[in-house]
Structures are given as structure tokens and as C-alpha cells.
């Protein structure tokens, strides 16, 4: 099982790199086994307002999360999450919010996580990182 970070999300939006904008829709697209972490949905409407000097509305952030909730299931994080990630912050040293997107990885059963945002990581436990960019 698969699951994309706040980041490719936000690609997939942006017109201003379209060679960036064209990866991110091609993993959408391609992402047929995946699911849709909570807190990653929560991230994509919080930081498109990024994208608001092109265009890109709270409405169009909205609607496209909406696409992207038809496409994936979504993953709510149990209470366990956060003793996973404080383990994963500690060891790993990445940061609060990664460690608890990682968790919430290991939680749902997800196996490849596409991110640019782990780097040094290309593994935790069965937890393969991959930075498509």
C-alpha cells in the first residue's frame, strides 16, 4: 500500500514548476493501492493558501481534496500514533510532524511513502521512503 506526502499533493496544484506539477499528477494517478493519511489531508488545504498568489482558492483546495478523497480511502490515526511517533522523533530524529506521518504510515499498513521532506531515510522498519522529485 502506498500513501503521498502534503507535498506531492501540492504539486500536483501548482502550475509554477510544471515538470514537478507533471510527477505529482502522474503518481496520483498511477497510486491505485493507496490510502489518504489524515493529517497529510489536513496539511494540503492548510498550506495550498501558498498557492493563493496563482489562483489557487480555499474552494479549489476543497474540491480537491475531494477528488482526492474518491480516488483514496482515508487513514484516521488511532491514540497509538503518537507513542509511535515520539519512538520514530527520537530515534530518527525527524521531525514532530513527519514522525507522526510516518506513524500514521506504520499504522495503516502503507509500505511506500512518497516524500521529499525524509531525507536520509530511504527506510524505517518495512517503511520504504522514496522522494520521486
Not at 507535498?7 to 493501492?33: F, G, H, T, V, W
Not at 493558501?49 to 487513514?75: H, I, Q, V, Y
Not at 506521518?101 to 521532506?117: K, M, N, P, Q, R
Request: glycine residues 6%; contains cysteine; negative net charge.
Amino acid at each position: 500500500m502506498i500513501a503521498l506526502d502534503t507535498n506531492i499533493l501540492l504539486y500536483a496544484c501548482d502550475r509554477a514548476d510544471p515538470k514537478r506539477q507533471q510527477i505529482a499528477m502522474e503518481l496520483i494517478a498511477n497510486s491505485r493501492d493507496g490510502v489518504l493519511l489524515w493529517q497529510v489531508a489536513c496539511e494540503f488545504v492548510a498550506a495550498s493558501r501558498k498557492l493563493g498568489a496563482r489562483g489557487f482558492t480555499a474552494s479549489d483546495a476543497w474540491n480537491r481534496l475531494g477528488e482526492f478523497l474518491n480516488l483514496f480511502p482515508l487513514s484516521l490515526p488511532t491514540a497509538g500514533v503518537l507513542a509511535r511517533a515520539e519512538q520514530l522523533h527520537a530515534t530518527y530524529g525527524v521531525s514532530f510532524w513527519d514522525a507522526l506521518i510516518l506513524a500514521a504510515c506504520t499504522e495503516a499498513g502503507v509500505t511506500l511513502f512518497y516524500s521529499e521532506d525524509v531525507p536520509g531515510h530511504p527506510s524505517i522498519g518495512a517503511l520504504r521512503i522514496v522522494n520521486p522529485f
